[in-house]
């Protein structure tokens, strides 16, 4: 799978842009604010209807413009070639377009554009919120198998369900509120379990991949474990919620369940969250993200296009030359303030200013 080309109206700072992209290495530069990770972020929402940075619809549309539009062809291993369209608007709703053909329901985007998107904020991924990591690791299930979407959905929807029981229930048990607390937490147990599973196995896959890339970029023998191990799978999900309705009664929120769950990371035996330098820390988020990467092209056949914005600032000199060395086969786009080694095998330079290509 590749981006052939890019066009871009209105989008952050660009007011119109052009931009044809070759199926190997891409490196993106210009100096900082340019519109480098600008143009990343937009690649990115076209496969996932979401914004990298974590930012709204209207922090992505120009300033004095209504509207933005991103519009790209994409290649697909199978020789098919896709027109994806988005619409962003500051009032109602966003338009997304595949072939021409108006989407209605942003799942039906799943699988037309996969990307794997490093960027300085995954950090986070291993000393942010545990949200972060489920975030990351129901991300991951889906980009595997798109089904699991809908098992991540399925969920949300019962917690949310179960919540509003339990605000209703004003810090008491009445036999209405029982039975239907009945209701709720047997549908939770068995799609939070399905999910649990779906996580477990994962993790299971991804543990080995972490290790490898970690070792590739770190370019020495480093024990790496990720481990997905929640309190609820030991006992069942049932009886874990069964055992804490009084206290979620009480508190009026569903306390446990994998809406609650953590993925614990280690370097050299020790918790990476508090005990890795921050060099360690970035060379583990940017491993996870391979992994997935080679995981997702393992499973569908086709690699994801990696995106890689801003990483070298993020890496020492001889982590950042492992990576370029150890690119994945497929189409890498690579935002940078600087001039890239020979090492990384740039097949097209692309030079941004001021949300313009000036030359490439």
Known sequence: MIIKRLELQQFRNYVAAEIDFTDGVTAIVGSNGQGKTSLAESIGYLATLKSFRGVNTEAMIRAGAETAIIRANVLHGDGRDVLIEAELTREGKNRTHVNRQKLARSRDLLGILRTTVFSPDDLDLVKGAPSLRRDFLDDSLVSVAIKNDAIIREVERVVRQRNALLKQAGGRISNE???????????????????????????ARLSEMVQFAYEELADSATPVEMIYEPQWRKIGLAATLGAARADDVRRAVTTSGPHRDDIDLYI?????????SQGEQRTLALALRLAVHRCVAQEVGSSPILILDDVLSELDPQRSAALLRHF??????ITTAGVLPDIAHIERVIKIRLGAVVSD
């Open 268 to 276: 050299n035996g020790l918790p990476a969250r508090t005990h890795a």
């Open 177 to 203: 509120i029982s039975t239907t607390l009945d209701v709720w937490d047997e549908k939770l147990s068995m799609h939070g379990s399905e999910l649990g599973d779906a996580r477990a196995t994962l993790v």
């Open 328 to 333: 994945p086969v497929g189409q890498v786009l």
